[in-house]
């Protein structure tokens, strides 16, 4: 018997189960629209990060080219191309954060872990990540860790985070 395999074999069942829950909010033929959450979806199920085989596997999976997939992963800041820590910091810096002194946050962070914006810890617990917006100007400095949002932050409510996470 002939393989038919293809890259989308790649993606894991529950995966592929998550993904079709997105496409059949979209019109029908129009199954590329979830894009983003399939991208979302891999993501979580890797570490979070994307692979390009992953990539390719969500184009097979969607029906759309590869290059389309890739244009939204790089496009994007929500999304990774290479492996983070198991704690993804995201700073704001934009002006209503950067108003509010977030390259004091910035500053304290970089000095509390031993890297810079865009760099992991050695250990792989902690990546920091310059973003452009949380969307939460009144709250600023705001950060973000995982799902969760950290507003006003200090360098003593930055360090009480980061002894709170595991």
Same mark, same amino acid.
């Given at each position: 018997?002939?393989?038919?395999?293809?890259?989308?074999?790649?993606?894991?069942?529950?995966?592929?189960?998550?993904?079709?829950?997105?496409?059949?909010? *979209?019109?029908?033929?129009?199954?590329?629209?979830?894009?983003?959450?399939?991208?979302?979806?891999?993501?979580?199920?890797? @570490?979070?990060?994307?692979?390009? /085989?992953?990539? +390719?596997?969500?184009?097979?999976?969607?029906?759309?080219?590869?290059?389309? #997939?890739? $244009?939204?992963?790089?496009?994007?800041?929500? *999304?990774?191309?290479?492996?983070?820590?198991?704690? %993804?910091?995201?700073?704001?810096?934009?002006?209503?954060?950067?108003?509010?002194?977030?390259? %004091?946050?910035?500053?304290?962070? $970089? @000095?509390?872990? /031993?890297?810079?914006?865009?760099?992991? !810890? %050695?250990?792989?617990?902690? !990546?920091?990540?310059? #973003?452009?917006?949380?969307?939460?100007?009144?709250?600023?400095?705001?950060?973000?860790?995982?799902?969760?949002?950290?507003?006003?932050?200090?360098?003593? %409510?930055? +360090?009480?985070?980061?002894?709170?996470?595991?």
């Amino acid at each position: 018997m002939e393989s038919t395999n293809r890259k989308s074999d790649l993606l894991a069942p529950d995966v592929k189960e998550e993904i079709d829950k997105w496409v059949v909010k *979209y019109p029908e033929g129009q199954k590329q629209s979830a894009v983003m959450a399939a991208l979302h979806i891999a993501q979580d199920a890797n @570490n979070g990060w994307l692979t390009t /085989g992953m990539m +390719d596997a969500i184009a097979d999976y969607l029906d759309m080219p590869e290059i389309a #997939v890739y $244009e939204v992963a790089s496009f994007y800041s929500m *999304y990774e191309l290479k492996p983070v820590g198991r704690h %993804k910091i995201c700073v704001c810096t934009n002006i209503s954060c950067m108003l509010c002194d977030s390259e %004091k946050v910035v500053g304290h962070l $970089e @000095n509390k872990l /031993g890297i810079k914006l865009g760099e992991t !810890t %050695k250990d792989g617990k902690f !990546t920091l990540k310059e #973003v452009e917006c949380l969307g939460a100007c009144v709250d600023a400095p705001v950060l973000q860790v995982g799902k969760d949002y950290h507003a006003k932050m200090t360098p003593e %409510k930055i +360090d009480e985070l980061l002894d709170s996470l595991d």
